[in-house]
Protein backbone atom coordinates (compact mmCIF):
# COMPACT_ATOMS: atom_id res chain seq x y z
CA UNK A 1 0.00 0.00 0.00
CA UNK A 2 1.71 2.91 -1.33
CA UNK A 3 0.47 6.82 -0.78
CA UNK A 4 1.61 9.69 -2.82
CA UNK A 5 1.89 12.86 -2.44
CA UNK A 6 2.47 15.83 -5.46
CA UNK A 7 4.07 18.95 -5.35
CA UNK A 8 5.59 21.75 -8.05
CA UNK A 9 2.39 22.11 -10.14
CA UNK A 10 1.41 26.07 -11.10
CA UNK A 11 2.00 28.77 -14.14
CA UNK A 12 4.53 28.93 -16.55
CA UNK A 13 5.00 30.89 -19.57
CA UNK A 14 5.43 28.73 -22.91
CA UNK A 15 9.19 27.74 -23.44
CA UNK A 16 9.39 27.96 -19.67
CA UNK A 17 10.66 24.80 -17.41
CA UNK A 18 9.10 23.21 -14.12
CA UNK A 19 9.69 20.52 -11.96
CA UNK A 20 6.91 18.35 -10.37
CA UNK A 21 7.90 16.24 -7.11
CA UNK A 22 6.03 13.06 -6.22
CA UNK A 23 6.94 12.01 -2.61
CA UNK A 24 5.90 8.28 -1.74
CA UNK A 25 4.82 7.10 2.11
CA UNK A 26 7.46 4.19 1.69
CA UNK A 27 10.46 2.90 0.19
CA UNK A 28 9.88 3.46 -4.18
CA UNK A 29 12.81 1.41 -4.77
CA UNK A 30 10.90 -2.09 -5.20
CA UNK A 31 8.31 -1.09 -7.47
CA UNK A 32 7.59 -2.00 -11.20
CA UNK A 33 7.04 1.52 -12.30
CA UNK A 34 6.58 4.48 -10.52
CA UNK A 35 6.00 8.18 -13.29
CA UNK A 36 3.70 10.08 -14.12
CA UNK A 37 0.13 10.81 -16.15
CA UNK A 38 -1.56 13.67 -17.42
CA UNK A 39 -5.10 14.13 -18.13
CA UNK A 40 -7.30 17.20 -19.47
CA UNK A 41 -11.09 17.79 -18.91
CA UNK A 42 -12.66 15.53 -21.82
CA UNK A 43 -10.04 12.98 -22.93
CA UNK A 44 -8.64 10.21 -20.79
CA UNK A 45 -5.68 9.87 -18.71
CA UNK A 46 -2.42 9.14 -20.28
CA UNK A 47 0.96 7.82 -19.44
CA UNK A 48 3.75 11.15 -19.61
CA UNK A 49 7.07 9.12 -18.16
CA UNK A 50 7.85 6.48 -16.28
CA UNK A 51 11.38 5.10 -14.29
CA UNK A 52 11.25 1.15 -13.62
CA UNK A 53 12.88 -0.37 -10.23
CA UNK A 54 15.68 -1.16 -12.45
CA UNK A 55 16.21 2.28 -13.89
CA UNK A 56 14.05 1.90 -17.11
CA UNK A 57 12.33 4.95 -18.29
CA UNK A 58 9.88 5.69 -20.86
CA UNK A 59 8.15 8.53 -22.04
CA UNK A 60 5.49 9.72 -24.18
CA UNK A 61 6.49 10.61 -27.62
CA UNK A 62 4.52 14.37 -27.31
CA UNK A 63 7.55 14.92 -24.59
CA UNK A 64 10.63 13.07 -25.30
CA UNK A 65 13.21 15.50 -25.55
CA UNK A 66 11.22 17.80 -23.33
CA UNK A 67 10.66 16.10 -19.99
CA UNK A 68 12.51 13.95 -17.97
CA UNK A 69 11.57 11.45 -15.41
CA UNK A 70 14.22 10.96 -12.17
CA UNK A 71 14.10 9.22 -8.86
CA UNK A 72 15.59 9.32 -5.87
CA UNK A 73 15.22 6.32 -3.47
CA UNK A 74 16.83 7.96 -0.68
CA UNK A 75 14.19 10.63 -0.42
CA UNK A 76 11.24 7.95 -1.67
CA UNK A 77 10.71 10.98 -4.46
CA UNK A 78 9.88 10.59 -8.02
CA UNK A 79 10.45 13.67 -10.13
CA UNK A 80 9.46 15.20 -13.49
CA UNK A 81 11.91 17.96 -14.57
CA UNK A 82 9.86 19.70 -18.05
CA UNK A 83 11.37 21.73 -19.94
CA UNK A 84 10.17 23.60 -23.14
CA UNK A 85 6.75 23.65 -22.09
CA UNK A 86 4.15 24.34 -24.36
CA UNK A 87 0.80 25.03 -24.06
CA UNK A 88 -0.47 21.78 -24.85
CA UNK A 89 1.37 20.12 -21.86
CA UNK A 90 -1.24 22.09 -19.70
CA UNK A 91 -3.29 19.10 -17.49
CA UNK A 92 -3.45 17.92 -14.14
CA UNK A 93 -0.61 15.86 -13.68
CA UNK A 94 -0.76 12.59 -11.52
CA UNK A 95 1.87 10.32 -9.68
CA UNK A 96 1.89 6.92 -10.03
CA UNK A 97 2.80 3.80 -8.37
CA UNK A 98 2.43 0.38 -9.95
CA UNK A 99 3.17 -2.71 -7.46
CA UNK A 100 2.19 -6.36 -8.67
CA UNK A 101 2.33 -7.56 -5.46
CA UNK A 102 -0.24 -5.35 -3.61
CA UNK A 103 -3.61 -4.53 -3.51
CA UNK A 104 -4.65 -2.68 -5.41
CA UNK A 105 -1.62 -2.74 -8.09
CA UNK A 106 -1.91 0.79 -9.09
CA UNK A 107 -1.72 3.70 -6.80
CA UNK A 108 -2.07 7.75 -7.56
CA UNK A 109 -1.63 10.71 -5.95
CA UNK A 110 -3.93 13.37 -6.01
CA UNK A 111 -3.08 15.56 -8.88
CA UNK A 112 -1.24 19.06 -9.42
CA UNK A 113 -2.44 21.89 -12.07
CA UNK A 114 0.20 22.62 -14.93
CA UNK A 115 -0.96 25.47 -16.66
CA UNK A 116 1.21 26.83 -19.50
CA UNK A 117 0.15 29.99 -21.01
CA UNK A 118 0.92 33.96 -21.63
Known amino acids: QVQLVESGGGLVQPGGSLTLSCAAS????????TGWYRQVIGKQRELVAR???????DYADSVKGRFTISRDNAKDTVYLLMNSLKPEDTAVYYC????????????WGQGTQVTVSS
Open 96 to 107: NAYNPFTHPSNY
Open 26 to 33: GSISSLTY
Open 51 to 57: ISSGGRT
